[in-house]
């Protein structure tokens, strides 16, 4: 009788790499899947590794490109961001892996599903919401929430214990005392030493931007193109040369370039996971810090006030939240993304910008087509076709509630 198939989300790491010949232990035949979303990994020695250990195939699926049109470029579009703060990276990147790693799967003919997530953090969430709504009879296996799997495997030595006994290949480079996950976006720092929320993150941590106080003492200069919200070009100049980049992939690893290179886009913040523990996370986030940022002053130059306000109280909100939730293969987030295309129409034109010593600025913007933004009507210098006389009206119309709310007061004794 053959044996069951289980497709596993797989890193080449210890921990999946564990979970792999623990898998195989209990019976299962399993196919690993590795996606590629833009982190830095040697894939091929990976695919070795796993098949090693035992996996009858390892599949490797560039997802790059899909990432960044499906997800980034929607999270710019209605300027995603959770708590104020966390641009989404991790977020991002799972609804993509989560798809490609169903459609291995059912190609494989595999019943079961898998993944290396712990039992206490948001990918678990994420992957497996995504699992039941891609494909929802497939089975899942989630070793660390499985009591005869983090029972025997308590802890670090545990997992290379098991590893010497069952003959996994392990790396002797000493680990580093905080997990990461990488993709194009972003990289994620978090646990370990990091999970006292005083100890200032050791500056050998971040692994993608230059220290600030280490980046050119030049400041360098770019200008970022929109059609309908979505970045379509990128002009700068790297060795005295004036470069330009319009594919979607090529602008996201160009932008990622040069906020890497002057120290753009770390944060270091206490969050609420889904699930209702508070975490600390450090987060790099070069590129999309400027795509994001260049989008937003955009708006405010040819948008509507009442739709960008609508949209910022509504859209932004709640994709965010959707997306940090796991929630992304939802009707929810179906309806808002069709909502955000809405709100985009009026977003063209182009913004000339600055990254110098971590930080992010804007130099100018300009659009072609739209035309909110009225110089003359603006101007301290000249009255143009607005008649200060009107503003009579529109204050004494404003002053009427706040009139009656200060009669109320005085009434009542109170102060203002």
């Not at 370990?192 to 692994?207: Q, R």
Request: overall charge negative; proline content about 4%; glycine content about 6%.
């Amino acid at each position: 009788m053959a044996k069951e198939k289980v497709c596993l989300a797989y890193s080449g790491g210890l921990d999946t790499s564990c979970i792999l010949a623990w898998l195989i232990e209990k019976g299962y035949a399993v196919v690993c899947f590795m996606a590629d979303v833009g982190q830095e990994e040697d894939f091929e020695a990976a695919v070795k590794k796993a098949e090693k250990i035992g996996a009858e195939k390892c599949i490797v699926e560039d997802l790059r490109r899909e990432f960044i049109q499906e997800l980034c470029f929607p999270a710019v579009m209605c300027n995603a961001v959770y708590e104020s703060v966390y641009l989404l990276g991790t977020s991002l990147a799972r609804p993509v892996i989560a798809r490609a790693q169903i459609d291995a799967a059912k190609r494989e003919g595999c019943v079961a599903v898998s993944h290396g997530c712990t039992g206490k953090g948001n990918d678990q969430i994420r992957f497996e919401l995504a699992y039941s709504a891609l494909q929802p009879t497939i089975q899942i296996i989630a070793p660390w929430r499985l009591p005869e799997f983090y029972e025997k495997f308590v802890g670090r030595q545990a997992l290379l214990d098991y590893a010497a006994e069952t003959g996994i290949p392990v790396t002797s480079t000493k680990s580093k005392p905080w997990s990461m996950d990488e993709n194009l976006a972003h990289c994620s720092y978090e646990a370990g030493i990091l999970e006292d929320p005083n100890m200032t993150a050791p500056e050998d941590m971040w692994k993608l931007t230059v220290d600030p106080l280490k980046a050119p003492d030049t400041p360098e200069d770019f200008t970022l193109f929109f059609e309908k919200g979505v970045p379509v070009k990128l002009v700068y100049t790297e060795k005295g040369k004036s470069k330009t980049v319009t594919d979607a992939l090529e602008l996201f690893l160009a932008s990622n370039e040069i906020a890497r290179r002057n120290g753009v886009g770390r944060i270091d913040i206490i969050e609420n996971r889904f699930i209702g523990l508070k975490s600390r996370g450090c987060y790099e986030t070069p590129g999309l810090t400027c795509l994001r940022s260049a989008h937003i002053d955009l708006e405010g130059l040819v948008m509507d006030r009442e739709v960008r306000s609508l949209r910022d109280q509504f859209l932004t909100f709640n994709y965010s939240k959707i997306l940090y939730n796991g929630l992304y293969f939802s009707p929810e987030r179906e309806f808002l993304e069709t909502s955000i295309a809405a709100s985009q129409k009026s977003v063209n034109g182009q913004v000339r910008c600055r990254c110098y010593k971590g930080t992010f600025s804007v130099l100018g913007r300009s659009s072609e087509t739209e035309k909110l933004y009225d110089m003359s009507e603006s101007s301290m210098d000249e009255i143009g076709d607005f008649q200060p006389t009107d503003t009579t009206g529109f204050i004494s119309v404003q002053a009427i509630r706040l009139k009656k709310y200060g009669q109320a007061k005085e009434l009542a004794g109170e102060r203002l």
